[in-house]
């Protein structure tokens, strides 16, 4: 973890910034800031999420069950501020594929968006003397604002996580069921800023308030309550 904020530091005081931004739009070329894109235009972005969880969880399952998820988000943009978001994200044991509309209003340097983003989710652990899957539906209303300032962008972005339905098996019998509920919120900053010609680096700090944390639905245990679960992101907008 020091590692990955002495990183994140080094980006962030890159000393080519402040030239490279006047060469190119920090608005049109960031990500997660809710620009409004022009009818047709497509961006991709590909990201690296560590998160920490809690140890109470991690110590009742051996460490290797759970991995980094790589994250893979598209954007393409529809009419009247309108675009459509696509996201794949795994951890080789979990796929959580996702697909949602957003609408986004500019004023000057600030950008608000309102979205709503459809998942199906798939886990399967057949090693390690496991044989466990998990399979459902989750719901994610969520706004982004962002900020633009002349050499980076600053977006907040807060999620909600709804159950429509999720099921977890273990040796092809159901031992356990939820839906249509709440599961848990999350609140996210986001700094983009170029790193090298018009290529962008995205930085965030995100924490989750949630009773369901599904990259780790293998290791967590059978009681049901809320924990906080930090994330750090690092991508890059392609």
């Known amino acids: ?16 910034a402040k030239y490279l931004a006047q060469d190119y ?7 997660v800031y809710p620009d409004q894109m022009k009818f047709g235009a497509i961006k991709h972005s590909v990201s690296l999420t560590l998160a920490k969880l809690p140890e109470d969880a991690v110590e009742e399952a051996s460490s290797y069950i759970y991995a980094p998820l790589i994250n893979y988000n598209i954007l393409y943009g529809l009419p009247l501020g309108f675009a459509a978001h696509g996201n794949a994200t795994t951890n080789w044991i979990t796929f959580h594929l996702s697909l ?5 209003y500019q004023f000057k340097r600030v950008s608000v968006s309102l979205g709503y983003d459809v998942a199906y989710v798939y886990g399967r652990l057949f090693k390690f003397g496991f044989n466990s899957k998990i399979k459902g539906w989750l719901n994610y209303p969520n706004i982004t604002l962002g900020i633009a300032f002349n050499r980076f962008t600053m977006s907040f972005r807060a999620d909600a996580t709804f159950i429509t339905s999720l099921e977890q098996f273990n040796d092809d019998i159901e031992i356990g069921t939820d839906k249509n509920r709440i599961a848990g919120v999350s609140l996210g900053v986001f700094i983009e800023q170029p790193l090298w010609n018009n290529n962008y680096v995205t930085l965030a700090f995100k924490g989750n308030y949630t009773r369901l944390y599904y990259p780790a639905w293998a290791v967590f245990p059978t009681w049901d309550r809320y924990n906080f679960i ?3 992101i690092i991508g890059f907008v392609l």
């Not at 739009?25 to 990500?31: G, K």
């Not at 949602?100 to 986004?104: L, Y």
């Open 25 to 31: 739009s920090v608005r049109s070329n960031s990500f």
């Open 230 to 232: 930090p994330e750090v």
């Open 1 to 16: 973890m020091r590692l990955i904020i002495q990183i994140i530091f080094a980006v962030l005081i890159f000393p080519g």
């Open 100 to 104: 949602g509309p957003k609408w986004n």
